[in-house]
């Protein structure tokens, strides 16, 4: 399966994306067939504060498009955050999309989370994900703006700050103080902030998930 990734949201993220694509197939001995569509993280992070989901959804389909034309079997978003406009995205897709969300939401149940933190844009965290995991009950940040602008700020320079990563780490820990058996980093940018450290609880990478699944799916 040829797969398609709608990248670019943010270029760090796209990366971990394409260096553990690599190594999953690497390391199951199948040949990866993979072509990466450069999407504008501004352009996105516009759409979403502004709930525009239908110019977002365009935007995805032209992406989409120049995937069908190199040749992909199915697309995806690089982006939890991104997902905001995913049914309106769906509906207009040239190809068959294959979620990022769904994957979290039955990773967490097969994990025995019944309640877990999401830490990501305010979009994310206060919608639950945008109500796309039914099986699992969601808990924001205490303060979700402060989270919120420190996570957009951290994408669109491809950088974390200590302080950024500090004020992640704290919204954690009282997510968990509130109940969160787990957190999910719910923004494939959230690697800057939490590869290679140790937050002090337990944590979901969304991006690893999506990984496994788009790997699962194209090797049967």
Known sequence: MHIGLIGGIGPAATVEYYQRLVAGFRGLGKPLELTIAHADVTT?????GADDRAA???VYANHLEQLKGAGADVGSITSLGGHFCYAETQAISPLPLISAVTPVDGYCAA???GCVGLMGT??????GLYGQMPTTRTLAPADPEAVHEAYV???LSGLCTEDQRALFFAAGQEMMDRGAQAVVLAGTDLGLAFYGYEPGFPVVDGLQVHVDHLIALATG
């Open 153 to 155: 700020q951290s994408a």
């Open 56 to 58: 977002q959804a365009r």
């Open 44 to 48: 996105l992070a516009a759409n979403a």
């Open 122 to 127: 305010r979009q994310v965290t206060t919608s």
């Open 111 to 113: 994990q025995g989370l």
